[in-house]
């Protein structure tokens, strides 16, 4: 699938259709070019990219995949009239809705009429502030308002899920590392016993963990291979004690971390 | 739409299902209750989903929506065996493509063997840890290697969207905030100056800006209405001075304040 290009036309950001468009070229093992053209309104613009499309085929010798998230039935109709294979997520979901539902829909692709005033919206913010403010043991201030507390040793994967936490699903996500002098201790952290069962861990691979620490401190005992072992081991072992439920990062991305730690705390305000 | 339940079903975390299901419901003015089935990727998984599903449509009285992402045949055959309407993205669209391509599907959804290892992804998780780094003006080190820098008056919307700007497209995104100090000497902060081709300002209404700060610092004279005022008109004139484009976040959520960015920076190493 080379020389191949699939177009993203929206009337909207376009998001939905790309986030939706690549969960479907996923499936492949090509990968062709992406070219997003978010914001298509007007008849005028929609046969701006209509020409787009038709060049694009003439000089691949391929008709490009165009998925489409667009709720005007003339703009609509325009790409439609391109050389190309069209994808369209709305018009194939929405009428049989329309049925099931009894109502007509609003014709509206994900947008609202000011979603910055949303409380939806309002929540994720402060989330993300919040998770912020509670990165890497920043403060152990409010923590009993945090909807879930990350640990694990250092660079196990916590902030980006916790951001991550934050900005998708509006969790209040703290993070507080687990650090030599825990272990020496042999307890949890002062600031998280009050709070532990809202903790939940993450753990790594030794040999994973001692790649990325020694990029960010190459040939440091803090990198060492030795080192990584005793800390995660040591790590282990105290979340196990403390029966904190914990999972591996080391072979997951961001976002199935995220989804199994909300399966497993189910927060009362989310129907998870 | 009252006792409606909508079920996101996924062999994976759900997020393809819950994105394109959520840009489908926004068409409609009522809320249906939210469930989500993650990682159900067996037939025993599927029954109990199956048996969820129908214990909602008794009580409910009114057949479930249920959005599936779903690969394993069988799964979806247990799946649409339930008492609901089922809405399936992949079937719908995948084998077409695979018409159109002329190969056949990796029967994968959104998932690679190992995304922890992609460059893809460690590019992510870089960007994260960059625009973490350079968040308000925390460094001037290091932002000749950013693709972006973010510039406008404090609590305009900078960090929020530095970080969906990271973590969902890899960028590294930079925010630098401009403060009543740079207005008083009527010139860009110096560490902006080399870049300003890559710095790109966020403006908002004076009223938004007040309620944000307000709830920040109560009172104050940063918080109030003829401050805020001042502050986004000389951000706002000293932006149009250096010829650095911007957009108001007042009304525009961060998918849709990221999507302008991207396609106004166009980031040479993304196809855009």
Known sequence: MPNRTVFFVSDGTGITAETFGNSILAQFSAKPRHVRRPFIDTPDKAYQVVREINDTAGREGKRPIVFITLIDTEVRGIIRSAH???LDMLGTFVEPLEAEFGIKSNHRVGRFDDISKSQEYTDRIEAINFSLAHDDGQSSKNLDIADVILVGVSRSGKTPTS?????QHGIKAANYPLIPEDFDRGALPSALVPHKKKCFGLTIAPERLR??????????KYASLENCRLEVSAAESMMGREGIAWLSSTH??????ATT????????????
């Open 84 to 86: 190309c294979l069209v």
């Open 163 to 167: 951001l991550y936490l934050a900005m």
């Open 211 to 220: 790649e990325i620490r020694h990029e960010r401190r190459p040939n440091s």
């Open 252 to 257: 997951k991305s961001i976002e199935e971390i």
């Open 261 to 272: 730690i909300l399966r497993d705390i189910r927060p009362d305000r989310l129907i998870y």
